[in-house]
């Protein structure tokens, strides 16, 4: 286990989001700070309200939601409801908010609060398109020294998910990840090669089956549901549960392993826009002058355990 790791999730739910949003509260290795949306899955007016609902089925209205970049940085935002459905989070019904919104855009948020804390103490976690991300390094550039780390969710090697080259969240905004991967902060991509690992299968559930909580029902309805979008629309049996992926690496590296190796982002592909070209070769396995990992392998058991245990904490 690590140490304590103080987070700004910016994300776009989104069912795995929400389990993203889940597992940050309900584990004690974790301080989630604050959260900030940005145009994915669905607008950004239905994400953030969902991010405000997920936080109010948890009990953790304290935690500020900011809202960010409505589109992406050169295109129209593009949504993906076969996936989430027309809320966003469609499956199940979900509490409304009882506060408001938290004063400022996301970027001025992630920029105040980097440069407010302690260099090197903030992390910031991205699940959703990297809009958000790249508008606060532009903003800031000093915060690229100043952050302990960047995680993201998207990209893969050779996994993709949306076109034959790209993962969905690079695909949606390719400038802005192309800007995130290129700034010379440590920087962890989790993409599809490991979490088309983290399948919610029947085991995988089984614990949470058991506890008796509202946040666990919702929990079960939300996977019921991106069970069958993802049945119906990429061929999988049982849904991979992408985002929470970035945070288990956070709390335990052992339960989603990575590797050193250079990435960058494709934005001007004939075919090919949105791609993370992974450089796996022998002559570029040297760790020296190399900002950036890539997720490998996820230990199942281990993941499924984490999350079990932080709905359970939740109560
Ligand atoms: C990513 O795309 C979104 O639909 C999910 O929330 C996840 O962040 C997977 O490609
Ligand atoms: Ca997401």
Not at 190 to 197: E, K
Not at 234 to 259: G, K, N, S
Request: one cysteine or more; glycine letters at 8%; proline letters at 7%.
């Amino acid at each position: 286990m690590t140490e304590t790791r103080r987070i700004i999730l910016d994300c776009d739910p989104g069912h795995d989001d929400a389990a993203a949003i889940i597992l940050a509260l309900g584990n004690p290795s974790i301080e989630l700070l604050g959260v900030t949306t940005v145009g994915g899955n669905q607008t950004l007016a239905k994400i953030t309200r969902n991010a405000q609902r997920v936080l109010a089925l948890c009990g953790r209205e304290d935690v500020p939601v900011h809202a960010g970049a409505a589109r992406p940085l050169l295109h129209e935002v593009e949504t993906a409801p076969e996936i989430h459905g027309e809320s966003g989070l469609d499956g199940v019904e979900l509490p409304e908010p009882s506060v408001e919104l938290a004063p400022g855009p996301a970027a001025s948020y992630i920029v105040e609060t980097v440069m407010a804390a302690e260099p090197g103490t903030i992390t910031l976690v991205g699940t959703g398109p990297l809009t958000n991300l790249a508008l606060a390094a532009r903003l800031e550039p000093r915060i690229v020294e100043r952050v302990h780390e960047v995680v993201v969710m998207g990209g893969g090697y050779p996994e993709t998910n949306w076109t034959p080259a790209a993962e969905f969240n690079i695909w949606v905004d390719p400038e802005a990840a192309s800007i995130v991967f290129d700034e010379p902060w440590p920087l962890t991509m989790v993409g599809l090669d490991l979490t088309h690992q983290a399948l919610c299968t029947p085991e995988a559930e089984a614990g949470i089956r058991e506890i008796d909580s509202d946040l666990a029902r919702a929990f079960l309805g939300l996977m019921a549901f991106f069970r069958k979008a993802y049945q119906q629309n990429q061929a999988f049996e049982h849904p991979p549960v992408h985002d929470p992926c970035t945070i288990a690496y956070l709390i335990d590296p052992e339960v989603v392993r990575t590797r050193v190796a250079p990435v960058h982002v494709e934005t001007a592909g004939r075919l090919t826009t949105g791609m993370t070209v992974v450089d796996l070769r022998r002559q570029t396995a040297s760790e020296e002058g190399v900002h950036t990992r890539v997720a490998t392998e996820l230990d199942h058991a281990g993941f499924w355990r984490l999350i079990t245990e932080a709905i359970r904490a939740l109560g």
